[in-house]
């Protein structure tokens, strides 16, 4: 895949860029490596003013910033510069927590003194994703970097200017050299920079190959990795729930970042006694979102990303439909230019089909009817994927039956599922493995000491 900026809106071309040669990556996994011997001793408060003043570079500059994030992956421009906005937050959050959750802990034991001491790895490879350009990339480096690690980002091909823009941003802000480096290269070339010596753990949110791929190249040569892969979200409903608040919650929840992420809700389940209600109201305000040009302040649903990412959520559709689905709205492309799809619901989409465990990444919601919360939960359970769950009631009883038994990383109850600074972000099946943010998140790159005095 060529390195390059494809507007989605437009269907346009408008940079292209040649991946690095063999002797540029050489050169900048030394400056990586070399520059971590000074950064590791950098004090807390020092890495704590870097980052504040990355924040506030990102604030200064979150709409110029929000336009290239929206010409160069096609999400809205409210929510761009909303996503800037995050990564400040993110930038200031561990750079007030990070000494204490990464301060040394005392474990009694019978020597003198014992404790366990959270100490830096080296320089961390980053493989990042093109959905949310700038918070996936900040919401691992910059743990990391707190911690004293450096970072070397491998972002997705779509989106090069954004990359350059982010290693722009830290320099700017006062990073030394070589802490926080942009490799444009090719996907192709990720498994050797894994192999690497010189890399001590890598950080991948993508897709199950991507995945695969590098968790088989950290593997082969004993290298720790997280994992932040697919995800095909249940939204639970429930007859106590606000049924108008849980439908209009539904909508967004689908169709957030042009319904490309990875905890966006795309299994709709949905208690017998409350599903037609539920279902018309949630059909009504997928059919009547506002489908357009992401600069424009009124549009609710932009382009996907590529022509090949809709062409094959449409052929997903076809399939679906084919072995059984119903089509209650959308399924089709939109005429034009620019990669856009119609806001798409299905309904009985057949348990033999391999529909019903795929995930569909864009604005395509699968609705399911519950006969009661046991039932409801099995089909929630009933996939390959494991990160998040929005459940809907005001039940006590069977809010802590959900809490208790779905089989995700995170559960959310009568709110949108989401990734905050303070909270672990992460799943399980395959999903992926290990977590990010919170004091989880800071502790997947450090070496957990322990430390023993007689």
Sequence with gaps: MPISTVNPATGQTLRVFD??????????LSLAQSAFPAWRQVSFAHRAGLLKAT???????????????????????VSAIAEVEKCAIGCRYFATHAEAMLAPTAAPSAATSSFIQYVPLGAILGVMPWNFPFWQVFRFAVPALMAGNTVLLKHASNVPQCALAIEDIFRRAGLPEGVMLTLLIEADQVEEIAKDPRIAA?????????????????????????????????????????????????????VINNGQTCIAAKRFIVDTAIYDRFSALFVDGMRNLQVGDPVLPATQLGPLASAKLRDDLHGQVTAAIEAGAKLLTGGHLIDGPGFYYQPTVLEEVPRNSPSFHEEFFGPVAMLFRARNSAHALEIANDSPFGLSASVWTQDAGERDFFVHHLETGMIFVNAISASTPELPFGGIKRSGYGRELGELGIREFVNIQTVWIG
């Design 19 to 28: 991946a690095l040669s063999a002797r540029q990556i050489e050169e900048k």
């Design 202 to 254: 890598i950080s991948l949110t993508g897709s199950e190959p991507a995945g695969r791929s590098v968790a088989t190249a950290a593997a082969s040569v004993i290298k720790k990795c997280v994992l932040e892969l697919g995800g095909s979200d249940a939204f639970i409903v429930m007859p106590s729930a606000n049924i108008e608040l849980a439908a209009a919650t539904a909508v967004k929840a689908r």
């Design 55 to 77: 924040a506030q570079l990102l604030e200064a500059e979150k709409l110029q910033l929000g336009r290239l994030l929206t010409q160069e992956m096609g999400k809205t421009l």
